[in-house]
């Protein structure tokens, strides 16, 4: 999982943040410790304490004292609204700005986003 172009306690936190978007950490459920964490990724603890700030930082996640970290009541669809959002400024608007450069009509941008349009931008056969 870990790769050497992002910092470590960047790629723990996005592979939390995963683990609550896909549902396979549920809201109220404890998070891996970051002892845990350093001991199965080989890290520094301070490192994957780094990661789960960020999460708690961002409200994702909330400590109670004593037993952990827990993921916070609507994380997940926080995570998804924000998510949703990255997506369409990353690949919705300018998909929608170079359609309109081509002339490329919603009707027929909607048809080869579905798979009905010839990939020239022409009408669905």
């Given at each position: 999982m870990l790769d050497e172009g992002t910092p470590l306690f960047v790629q723990i936190a996005e592979q939390i943040?995963?683990?609550i978007a896909e549902g396979s950490l549920a809201e109220g459920e404890r998070v891996p410790s970051t002892n845990e964490l350093a001991a199965f990724y080989r890290i520094n603890p301070a490192t994957a304490a780094k990661g789960i700030n960020v999460l708690a930082d961002d409200g994702l996640l909330?400590?109670?004292r004593g037993i952990g970290m827990f993921v916070a009541a609507g994380a997940r669809e926080k995570l998804l609204t924000d998510r949703?959002?990255?997506f369409a400024e990353q690949?919705?608007?300018?998909?929608l700005a170079e359609a309109r450069?081509?002339?490329i009509d919603d009707e027929t941008l909607i048809s080869l986003i579905r798979g009905n349009g010839h990939r020239n931008g022409g009408p669905a056969a």
């Open positions: 943040a995963d683990d909330e400590k109670r949703r959002k990255r690949y919705l608007d300018p998909m450069r081509l002339g």
